[in-house]
C-alpha cells in the first residue's frame, strides 16, 4: 500500500550548501510506497500506472491548501519530564535541578516513565514533529512508547557518576543492554546512542570509560555541554579550562565520525571551543527557549554556523520550556540573535528551517531523513495554509518561520505510515493519555 499526496505545495528542505535554494518550493504531487517517496514532480499523474505496477495502489491524499514539507527534527529533548511540566518555574538551573527536579525524579518508576513519554509524544506529533533525540532513565519503558507511536527517536540512558568512582558503572551497563535490545528496531526507527549527563556530573575517568563502550558499539555521544555560566566558570577553576577544552583533552571527539557527538545547549562558548567543534565535526543543538527560561543565556549561534559548525534544534524537556513545540523553537531561533546583535539579517528563515530539518535529522543520526527527496524516508507533514496565521502567503518559508504552529498542522506521516489524519491522532490514545498524565503528576507532587 502507498499514498499519492497530490496538488501540495512542496517545501523539500534540500540541504543548503552555503547558497540559497533556486526554487525552494513547488506545486506538487508526492508518491509514497512503503517507508519511501517514491516519486516526487509538479503532476505524477502520467506516471500513476507505472508506480500503481510497481508498487501497488496509491491512496490519494488531496493536499490542495497545505504545505508538504519534512517532519520536524527535535534534536533534544527529555520526555519523561512532560509530567514535571510547570513544577519548577522561575528558579536558577542549579536549584531547578537539585531542589525541584532531582527529588521529582527520586518518585518514579516505569510505569510513571511510560505515561510521561506518552504524553511527549502526543504532544510532539501533533505538532509535526516526525523524529526526537531522547535522553533520561527508565529508557526501555520510553522505547517501547516511541516503538508503539510510530515516531522516530534517537535514545540514550542518562549516564552520571556524580556520587563518587565506580556509581555509574551499572547504568553503563544498563545503556549497553538497552543498546542491544533496540538498536535498529522499528525497521531502524529507533536509535540508542551513549547519553553521559554533562561533564559536570561525569569524571574524566567514566567519560573515557563511556567513550571507549561507544567505540566498541560504534555509536554516537549526546552530552549537555557548557550550558550555564556558572558551569563555564566552575571548570575553569577547577581544570583550567572551558568545558569544551576538558572534553576535548579526554578524546571525547577524537573518534568522530565513527563515533558523531552531539553537544547540547553550548551557550557558553569561546572561540577556541568554536574552533574544536568545527574540527572536530562536533554537531550542536541550541535550546533557545529553555535556555532562555532558565535564564542561561544566549548561545552564539550565529558565529557557530559561520565557523561551519552543523546546528540543530531542540525543545529540551517540557519541565523547563514548558513545551514540545518546535514552531516555537524556529520561531526564537530566528529572533532572538537579531535581537541580540541589532541586525536583522542574522539567521534568515531559509537557515533556520534547516535547523529543524536536513541538519538536524543527519546530526541525530538519520540522514535519509529531513527532507523531500525521492528514496528519502516518507516522514511527511501537511501544514494547512487556509488559517488566519497563514494568509495571505507570499513567501512559504517566511511563513512557516514566523507565522506556523502546532494548529495548523493537519497530516503526520512517518515512515509512509500515517499517525495523524486530519488533527486526529491514529497510534495514540490521546484522551486516556491526557487524563493518566494528570493523575500521575498529581501522585508525584504530593508532599
Not at 516526487?40 to 508506480?51: E, F, H, R, Y
Not at 556520587?163 to 558503572?169: D, K
Not at 535564564?295 to 559548525?309: D, K, R, T, Y
Not at 516555537?328 to 530539518?357: C, D, F, Y
Amino acid at each position: 500500500m502507498g499514498w499519492l499526496i497530490k496538488g501540495a505545495l512542496i517545501v523539500p528542505l534540500s540541504p543548503l550548501a552555503g547558497e540559497a535554494e533556486e526554487n525552494p518550493w513547488f506545486t506538487g504531487d508526492i508518491a509514497v510506497a512503503e517507508d519511501k517517496i517514491v516519486a516526487m514532480a509538479a503532476d505524477l499523474s502520467a506516471d500513476i500506472p507505472a508506480l500503481t505496477a510497481k508498487y501497488g495502489e496509491l491512496t490519494t491524499i488531496p493536499a490542495q491548501g497545505f504545505i508538504a514539507m519534512p517532519g520536524l527534527v527535535n534534536a533534544h529533548s527529555h520526555s519523561v519530564m512532560n509530567l514535571f511540566r510547570g513544577a519548577g518555574d522561575d528558579m536558577s538551573l542549579e536549584d531547578w535541578l537539585f531542589q525541584r527536579i532531582f527529588p521529582l525524579e527520586d518518585k518514579l518508576d516505569g510505569a510513571a516513565a511510560a505515561i510521561g513519554a506518552q504524553s511527549a509524544v502526543l504532544e510532539m506529533i501533533g505538532s509535526g514533529t516526525t523524529s526526537c533525540c531522547d535522553s533520561y532513565f527508565f529508557m526501555d519503558e520510553v522505547a517501547q512508547v516511541m516503538l508503539d507511536s510510530g515516531i522516530r527517536a534517537n535514545l540514550g540512558r542518562g549516564l552520571t557518576d556524580a556520587a563518587g568512582p565506580g556509581s555509574g558503572a551499572g547504568r553503563l551497563a544498563e545503556a549497553e543492554e538497552l543498546f542491544k535490545k533496540w538498536q535498529n528496531a522499528g525497521q531502524g526507527r529507533i536509535k540508542f546512542w551513549l547519553a553521559p549527563h554533562a561533564p559536570y556530573t561525569c569524571s574524566d575517568a567514566y567519560l573515557q570509560e563511556i567513550l571507549a563502550k561507544a567505540a566498541e558499539l560504534q555509536v554516537g555521544l549526546n552530552i549537555h555541554v557548557a550550558e550555564t555560566r556558572t558551569e563555564f566558570n566552575d571548570s575553569l577553576a577547577k581544570y583550567g579550562m572551558t568545558p569544551v577544552e576538558r572534553l576535548n583533552s579526554l578524546g571525547l571527539f577524537d573518534q568522530v565520525p565513527r563515533v558523531p557527538v552531539l553537544a547540547v545547549h553550548c551557550v557558553w562558548l569561546t572561540e577556541d571551543d568554536r574552533r574544536i567543534f568545527k574540527e572536530k565535526q562536533v554537531s550542536v543543538v541550541h535550546n533557545p527557549q529553555s535556555n532562555l527560561k532558565l535564564g542561561s543565556g544566549i548561545g552564539q549561534i550565529p558565529a557557530l554556523m559561520a565557523a561551519g559548525v552543523p546546528v540543530a534544534l531542540g525543545t529540551d524537556g517540557a519541565a523547563s520550556n514548558n513545551n514540545l513545540d518546535l514552531w516555537e523553537e524556529i520561531r526564537a531561533a530566528a529572533l532572538i540573535h537579531k535581537g541580540e546583535r541589532h541586525n536583522p539579517t542574522l539567521m534568515p528563515a531559509a537557515q533556520v528551517l534547516q535547523m529543524a530539518g536536513p541538519i538536524g535529522a543527519k546530526a541525530i543520526g538519520f540522514p535519509e531523513c529531513g527532507t523531500l527527496a525521492v528514496g528519502q524516508k516518507a516522514d511527511i507533514i501537511l501544514v494547512d495554509l487556509d488559517q488566519p496565521n497563514m494568509r495571505p502567503l507570499i513567501n512559504p518559508i517566511s511563513q512557516l518561520v514566523y507565522s506556523a504552529g502546532p494548529a495548523n498542522v493537519d497530516t503526520v506521516m512517518i515512515d509512509g505510515r500515517l499517525v495523524l489524519r486530519k488533527k486526529e491522532f491514529l497510534t495514540l490514545d490521546k484522551e486516556r493519555i491526557l487524563f493518566e498524565v494528570q493523575k500521575k503528576a498529581d501522585e508525584l507532587l504530593k508532599d
